[in-house]
Structure formats: C-alpha cells, structure tokens
Nanobody, 126 residues
Framework: VQLQASGGGLVQAGGSLRLSCAAS????????MGWFRQAPGKEREFVGV????????YYADFVEGRFTITRDNAKTTVYLQMNSLKPEDTAVYYC????????????????????WGQGTQVTVSS
C-alpha cells in the first residue's frame, strides 16, 4: 500500500491542524493505521493508532486529549485532528500501516509497521 500524508503547515500555539493520510494500492481496512512524529535531533515517536474498524484508538500520553484519529475506509483515508497545538508538537508527522494482527504490546513500536508515508511538516510557533 502507498501512503501519502498531507495537511501540515505553520500554525500558532493553540491552533489546530488536520492531517490526512491517503492510501492507495490495497484496501485500507486491512491495516492498523498509526501516526508517528519526529522532531529535529530526536527519535521517531508514537502519536496514536486506530484499529481496522475505527472503533478503537490509542494515544501517546503527551496527546492529553488534544488529538483525534479517525478513518474512512471507503475513502481510504486516515485523519489526525490536532487541536490546542503547542510548540513542542513541532515535528514531521508520518502515517504508517501495519498488517499484523492487533497486539497491544506492539502498536507503539514503529518497527512493526510495514508501510510509511513521506511525512508532512508541522510547525507550531509560540
């Protein structure tokens, strides 16, 4: 599956952005979909994940209820709605697809994801 992330940009602290991840090549519903981010000089970190049906989502602690992941399997698109953005949210955001069965011990591990989008830059100014 090919993934294309978009929607990044420059926003002031407290603002919002919605990132999109468009999939092509295979049925999106076959995949667990995750979002990760990487800030300059830091390792890539888990942001959140949505299960195949879209019924369940899980987030990193730093999200603190500010982000929401949704998916539209018919439109083969996954979204990351980010509200109340902070300067420390500045990073390149990546979407990723995981074809493995659900494993609550593994979804935060970027190495378990098979396919990655190219990333979209999010910059939050103070």
């Amino acid at each position: 599956v090919q993934l294309q992330a978009s929607g990044g940009g420059l926003v002031q602290a407290g603002g919002s952005l919605r990132l999109s991840c468009a999939a092509s090549g295979r049925t999106l519903s076959n995949y667990l979909m995750g979002w990760f981010r990487q800030a300059p000089g830091k390792e890539r970190e888990f942001v959140g994940v949505i299960r195949r049906s879209g019924a369940s989502t899980y987030y990193a602690d730093f999200v603190e209820g500010r982000f929401t992941i949704t998916r539209d399997n018919a439109k083969t698109t996954v979204y990351l709605q980010m509200n109340s953005l902070k300067p420390e949210d500045t990073a390149v955001y990546y979407c990723a697809a995981n074809s493995a069965l659900w494993d609550s011990n593994r979804y935060r591990n970027s190495r378990t994801y098979n396919y990655w989008g190219q990333g979209t830059q999010v910059t939050v100014s103070s």
